[in-house]
């Protein structure tokens, strides 16, 4: 069974950089369709960026185009957020996701099958 780890959450200034990790253990995250959802305090869960398995393909919400990149590392299986110029609204709880099909998207945190426990980001001076 899929299990996902967060990890390199943490204080950030705006307009600085930061990159989270999400590793993965008990099954090939290449095989997966992998998220990152985040949720700030009082507010839904909200889809921040998505990679496709089945065509490489990657899907980014608005407020993040041009900022956040989502990467995977096959041979440490393991998927990143790069997040620069980062924003005050970014910040919250980042959650990695991951499901096996194909049509899980940024609109729904509850069809993946898998995620983790989360990671902290606070962007502020």
């Known amino acids: 069974q899929l299990q996902l780890v967060e990890s390199g959450g943490g204080l950030v200034q705006p307009g600085g950089s930061l990159r989270l990790s999400c590793a993965a253990s008990?099954?090939?995250?290449?095989?997966?369709?992998i998220a990152w959802f985040r949720q700030a305090p009082g507010k839904e869960r909200e889809g921040v960026s998505l990679s496709r398995e089945s065509d490489g393909g990657t899907d980014y919400a608005d407020s993040v185009k041009g900022r956040f990149t989502i990467a995977r590392d096959s041979a440490k299986n393991t998927a990143y957020l790069q997040m620069n110029s980062p924003k005050p609204e970014d910040t919250g709880v980042y959650y990695c996701?991951?499901?096996?099909?194909?049509?899980?998207?940024?609109?729904?945190?509850?069809?993946?099958?898998?995620w983790g426990q989360g990671t902290q980001v606070t962007v502020a001076s």
């Open positions: 008990g099954a090939t995250l290449d095989d997966y369709t």
């Open positions: 996701e991951a499901d096996y099909s194909p049509f899980c998207d940024l609109f729904n945190w509850r069809a993946f099958g898998s």
